[in-house]
């Protein structure tokens, strides 16, 4: 079974630009969830998608969105970057009734300059 | 809110050595607690969990044991090799509908194992 798989593996922007980044969870999983991960702060929560609707969010701005599709793919957007937004971006996906035992993609790595 | 607090790092050890990384959590209920490993220029790989407390979770000679008592998920190793080199984080999922999809996670502990 194929695993979590993330699109792109990296990407350079520029302040002020929006992003798009892509997730396509394992074959049959429905949830998908999204993270950030930044040296200074860790690993932290972004969004959770289920059947095309979010169940969960965590304390990040509205420059931050996500979506889910009816095949269970998700994207996030990011406005009005940043440039700490610059950070390796995970998603997750896991089955509905897992214990939040979620299996992670390799990540995007952005870098805003 | 939840929380965990890994031990702080890095960890360097000589092959074969004895490893456990503590690993503390605040949390309500009866959280569910993970121990994932990331590899450079990798995501994160599940490496075991438990799900209730005293259960055991282990996986390529790596265990852990929930204990309730003193909020608590070491992780250990008897003996580690240089392949074990990588990022090691714990995690916690609360139960409830505010929880949906979360994994709160320590700040992680960098695991380097010299020949």
């Known amino acids: 079974k194929a695993g979590v798989t993330q699109t792109p593996r990296y990407l350079i922007k520029t302040r002020g630009q929006q992003v798009t980044l892509s997730c396509s969870p394992i074959?049959?999983?429905?949830?998908v969830s999204w993270y950030q991960q930044t040296p200074g702060q860790g690993l932290q929560f972004l969004f959770e998608?289920?059947?095309?609707?979010?169940?969960n969010k965590g304390n990040f701005p509205g420059r931050f969105s996500g979506r889910q599709f009816s095949n269970s793919r998700s994207e996030m957007n990011v406005s009005t970057l940043e440039l700490g937004d610059s950070a390796l971006y995970l998603c997750?996906?896991?089955?509905?009734?897992?214990?939040?035992?979620?299996?992670f993609g390799p990540g995007t790595r952005l870098t805003v300059l | 809110g939840d929380s965990v607090t890994q031990m702080e790092g890095p960890v360097t050890l000589s092959e074969e050595a004895f490893l456990t990384i503590n690993c503390t959590y605040t949390?309500?209920?009866?959280?569910?607690l993970f121990w994932y490993v990331q590899y450079p220029g990798e995501g994160l790989q599940l490496l075991l969990k438990?799900?209730?407390?005293?259960d055991k979770g282990s996986n390529k000679g790596f265990e852990a044991t929930y204990r309730k008592e003193t909020t608590s998920f070491h992780l250990e190793k008897g003996s580690v090799q240089v392949s074990d080199s990588a990022v090691y984080f714990c995690?916690?999922?609360?139960?409830?509908?505010?929880?949906?999809?979360?994994?709160?996670f320590g700040q992680g502990t960098i695991l380097t194992v010299h020949p």
């Open positions: 997750a996906s896991m089955t509905s009734g897992g214990y939040n035992e979620q299996f």
């Open positions: 074959s049959g999983h429905r949830s």
């Open positions: 998608y289920f059947s095309e609707t979010q169940r």
């Open positions: 949390a309500t209920g009866y959280p569910s």
């Open positions: 438990a799900t209730k407390a005293d």
């Open positions: 995690a916690l999922s609360s139960a409830g509908g505010t929880s949906y999809g979360k994994l709160t």
